[in-house]
């Protein structure tokens, strides 16, 4: 049985042990594991930038790690109990190098944002790490989980280019915008739905604005190219 703690936040998220997603914190997270913290900063030419902190989820709070190379070291842990207990790889994982003294990387990518190094030593698994990735599954398909919410809606005019093949996208055909930033001024880059639903597929309803907008046609659309 998982044990919960409170934790309020308005912008954190949590990686969860058991199925390596990345949630949204909402007033409680699992014990022990590792969160993520952000916030805005601007820098002197303006620009505004996302920044993290890494903590972890103890009985009495969430402790600090002091940056994101010890949050890699508790993610190994976690991440070697998944797949003992699994039998494969978490999703959006893969190996990255292996080394000459039995060691192997393996990268994470909780979000297209939040990506990790895994370090996984002999001395860690208890044998040969190479021959133990190798008797696992491949991962399923990552489900996409970006930190902002992205926007889906008709479009307006004829007037935006697909920011991923470069056309031009016809007044109202979906369009997908994904979020940026400029001076705390939120802006989008607009892509086709049919050029970006892979990249965005398994994105959560919560964070794809406009959805409730659109027809039952077009939802019906989302639901076949995004959550099936």
């Not at 699994?86 to 994470?108: A, H, L, R, W």
Request: net charge neutral; glycine share 8%; with cysteine.
């Amino acid at each position: 049985m998982t044990d919960w703690i409170d934790y309020e936040s308005d912008w954190a998220y949590y990686i969860d042990s058991q199925t390596f997603n990345m949630p949204k914190v909402k007033g409680r997270i699992p014990r022990g594991s590792v969160v993520l913290t952000k916030g805005r900063e601007t820098l002197d030419t303006g620009m505004t930038v996302v920044v993290t902190s890494y903590g972890i989820a103890r009985e009495h709070g969430v402790d600090d790690l002091g940056g994101k190379k010890k949050a890699s070291k508790a993610l190994a842990k976690q991440m070697l109990d998944y797949m003992k207990q699994k039998g494969q790889f978490p999703p959006g994982t893969e190996i990255k190098k292996v080394f000459k003294n039995g060691s192997v990387d393996v990268g994470y990518e909780a979000s297209d944002f939040d990506k990790f190094s895994i370090r996984l030593i002999p001395e860690l698994v208890g044998g040969n790490v190479e021959d133990f990735l190798d008797s696992l599954e491949i991962a399923g398909r990552r489900k996409f989980n970006p930190t902002d919410e992205w926007k889906i809606e008709l479009a307006k005019s004829g007037r935006a280019k697909c920011r991923t093949c470069g056309s031009s996208i016809a007044k109202d055909t979906l369009r997908v915008g994904e979020p940026t930033y400029f001076q705390d001024h939120l802006n989008y880059k607009w892509h086709h739905f049919t050029c970006i639903s892979d990249t965005i597929w398994g994105i959560p309803q919560e964070k794809l604005t406009g959805y409730a907008s659109l027809s039952e046609e077009q939802k019906k659309e989302l639901t076949r190219a995004l959550w099936e």
